[in-house]
């Protein structure tokens, strides 16, 4: 399969955050552009746990992409709300 290119990984970044936001509540990264920016940083965490703890290296298809994305991205959501000040 061919590389996705940036547009396919903004495409990835942006359903793997939306998901996350299902996911991991709270009100860290809401709206188009945070989920995109937090999907693409859990592509970035998700492929680094693949290749070191599954040595995968690279993904099969737009599906496992999007798992890897969103697993990466709820792990970065998790972070946010760690650091994430609490609101009055």
Do not use: H
């Amino acid at each position: 399969m061919p590389d996705m290119g940036p547009i396919g990984w903004v495409v990835v970044g942006f359903i793997a955050g939306a998901l996350s936001g299902f996911v991991v509540g709270g009100r860290t990264a809401r709206g188009c552009l945070p989920n995109i920016l937090v999907g693409v940083l859990g592509g970035i965490v998700g492929g680094y746990l693949a290749r070191e703890l599954l040595k995968w290296d690279q993904t099969q298809g737009f599906i496992a992409a999007v798992v890897v994305a969103f697993v990466g991205a709820v792990i970065v959501r998790y972070l946010l709300a760690m650091v994430e000040r609490p609101r009055r």
